[in-house]
């Protein structure tokens, strides 16, 4: 198993296309192990499908998408399941079972994965309730509930303890903030950090899809900018900032004019605002 650093998902000039719409040209990039990554960008210029791409719900046109140097695409399905095993998502929408309780999603993953022990996944459901900030301390009523009984905030906070519930090597989160209010997504970004500071001793690599740059500044170790296919911006939060402050247009690639647009949140400047 690599260790904190080495390359876990890579990908070699990626492309990828549905019909005549070209979402991916070209991309290569690389997730450590260990790390929290950020991918950044307007809506349909690939983000959520590069997170298919990287659990095999989708496969490149051309070039290499890798899992700890092995060629997704190129797995049967029992190699894919077993790689499958190591991921988690948090969905958009939460994506909770409706006919579920609370304490029957967060042990969903453990029952589908073997697990009979029902003191043991009481335990475990108990302890990452508690560890989103859902504890039967304060909430005692929570594991019985149904999801339709939940605010916005709590669904995604059960759907994050259902997904680190199976102890993942990665999280994946797929717009975390979406439908959220500003301090509601400020809370979920703790969270994100908190969640990665408590599984930091396994080694967890996250990978965050935003187009919420409070998140994104908040929660990353590294931030990467997609526009029209291709990566456009690398670096880490203060390299973002930095270009964020920036007034004199020639201290600023014209990749980094685009980054500046996005990350000030304009409408006007190379990228076009599309209504």
Known sequence: MPETGEDLIVFENVCKSFGSLHVLKGVSLAVKRGETLVIIGQSGVGKSVSLRLMIGLLYPDSGKCLYMGREIPQMNDVQLDEMRRHFAMLFQSGALFDSMT???????????????????????MEDKL?????????????????PSQLSGGQKKRVALARAIAVEPEIVLYDEPTTGLDPIMSDAIADLIIST????????????????????????????????????VGEGDPDYYRNIRETDDDSKLTEKEKMIRQFVRGQAVGPIQAVL
């Not at 609370?102 to 475990?124: H, K, P, Q, S, Y």
């Not at 990665?196 to 500044?217: G, R």
């Open 102 to 124: 609370v304490g029957e999603n967060v042990t969903f993953g453990l029952r589908a994965n073997g697990m009979t022990d029902e003191d043991e996944m009481t335990r475990i």
């Open 130 to 146: 508690r560890a989103v900030g859902l504890g039967k301390k304060k909430f005692p009523e929570i594991p019985a509930k149904l």
């Open 196 to 231: 990665c500071e408590d599984l930091k001793h396994k080694n967890v690599t996250s990978i965050v899809v935003t187009h919420d740059m409070h998140v994104a500044l908040k929660t990353a170790d590294r931030i990467l900018m997609f526009h029209g296919g291709e990566i």
